[in-house]
């Protein structure tokens, strides 16, 4: 029986790990975790044959034959890298789902708006009759939809750079690379490695669609992918490449591939920043078939996105809106701009690299306070106080920001009290979910 090595006990690790089993492999999980309900978890995969090691960090042996890591186990750690030389075969969950499911992909990548532009080609694709459920970085680990009795039409995967990283030979039918800026340098060190990753998926696939409204995507431009699907929210004058070919916005209609497919308000999600999700997401749907009927219908019922401006409550006639799911300075920026002035900025975490200034410049237009939680508080004050800005407050944590958050909002006719950190979730929660999730609790609980 082959031996296989899964790190990491979440949600992908997990399906991996039964994928494998049903396959004839003796598997091992490991964590470098031992909490109590790690150790639950542990008597159940016993019970199904499945072995679990806690609290130690893995070591290749020569006896294993593949090791399957998941997203947030860095690739060059030096564990995977001694695994690679001992010539022990080393991917991703993402590509152990690729061998196994044998469905046309459509892959969804980017710094920015993956997310929104991943649950409309979904939503898109369900009301077409098809199962094609969402996966990777939102939905279901990819290896669950291998595990499931039912093949699914279509695969429609958020991919990470760290996914990409991990499943090289990952091929779809379909890849759309939605916006780049800089983001998890920590791991990737520069933008042009991080962009090369991304714009590997890209290369394997089929066929491209690239928002062709980003600046630093714009610039590479039709020398780099002369066939792709460009895509312009500002008409069919700015659209690069075969016009006849690309995605745009004119005179109110989203028209893709020639088409007219629906109006451009149909989609009831704010900013110009859903429009280009919108685009994304019909020039996919129309480039894999998907009858315009459809995609009208699903495009004016789709809900919009947890925690990505999701109106949560309005109390006193003030909007608050949950936009966790911006964990960098320019997911931030946007969510800030697309709300009404004057709003109550609820921002922190654990920051990372990037530049901030276009996020202040907003910050200064439109907010007419900020409160600060987690560790990057006393970072944010200082940078605010140096860009002229003093209406801050360090309230720590997110049950002192609520209440007086609300309490601001009534002193300064606030719109909108609107929680969009610039920072990922780890010092204070386990992902940006959970925090989301706690700032809905929280604004239902105290406020309605």
Not at 406 to 415: D, H, S, T, V, Y
Request: aromatic share 8%; hydrophobic share 40%; glycine share 8%.
């Amino acid at each position: 029986m082959p031996i296989a090595h899964i790190i990491g006990l979440g949600k992908s690790g997990i399906a991996a790990a039964r994928l494998l089993k049903r396959e004839g492999w003796e598997v091992t999980l490991s964590d470098r975790s031992s909490s109590p309900n790690l150790h639950e978890q542990q008597q159940e995969f016993a019970n199904e044959g499945i072995n679990v090691e806690l609290g130690k960090s893995f070591e290749p042996v020569e006896s294993i034959e593949l090791i399957v890591v998941s997203p947030g186990v860095p690739w060059d750690s030096p564990a995977l890298a001694r695994a690679r030389e001992l010539g022990i075969e080393t991917i991703g969950e993402m590509a152990l789902a690729w061998r196994y499911l044998k469905s046309p992909w459509v892959g969804i990548t980017g710094t920015n708006g993956k997310t929104t532009t991943t649950a409309l080609i979904a939503a898109i694709f369900e009301e077409a009759g098809l199962y094609a459920p969402a996966c990777g970085n939102i939905g279901y680990a990819a290896c669950e939809l291998a595990l499931g009795e039912k093949p699914p039409d279509w695969v429609i995967a958020e991919i990470s750079s760290y996914q990409i990283e991990s499943s090289p030979f990952v091929a779809p039918r379909i890849g759309v690379l939605t916006t780049l800026t800089p983001d998890h340098l920590s791991r990737h060190k520069t933008l042009e490695n991080y962009y090369s990753i991304k714009a590997h998926l890209l290369k394997k696939s089929e066929l491209q669609v690239i928002n062709g409204d980003d600046p630093c995507l714009r610039q590479q431009g039709v020398d780099i992918w002369p066939d792709a699907c460009w895509t312009s929210v500002k008409g069919e004058k700015e659209l690069l490449g075969d016009r006849t070919f690309g995605a745009y916005i004119e005179n109110g209609w989203v028209i893709a591939q020639s088409e007219k497919i629906l109006p451009a308000n149909s989609l009831r999600m704010v900013g110009e920043h859903n429009l280009q999700n919108l685009l994304m997401a019909v020039a996919a749907a129309n480039l894999a078939g998907i009858d315009k009927s459809a995609i009208a219908r699903a495009i004016a019922k789709f809900p919009g996105v947890s925690h990505r401006l999701e109106h949560i409550c309005t109390w006193e006639g003030i909007d608050f809106i949950n936009d966790s799911k911006a964990t960098n300075y320019d997911a931030a920026q946007v969510g800030l701009a697309s709300v009404s002035a004057p709003a109550i900025l609820i921002a922190g975490g654990d920051a990372k690299e990037g530049d901030d200034r276009a996020w202040i410049d907003t910050i200064k237009a439109k907010a007419a306070a900020v409160l600060l939680i987690g560790d990057a508080a006393s970072l944010f004050a200082s940078r605010l106080e140096q860009a002229n800005y003093n209406a801050w407050e360090i309230v720590e944590t997110m049950e002192r920001a609520i209440p007086r958050a609300a309490e601001l909002g009534k002193q300064n006719n606030a719109k909108v009290v609107l929680l969009s950190p610039a920072c990922a979730s780890f010092d204070q929660y386990q992902n940006f979910e959970q925090r989301g999730d706690h700032f809905r609790q929280l604004c239902l609980e105290s406020l309605v």
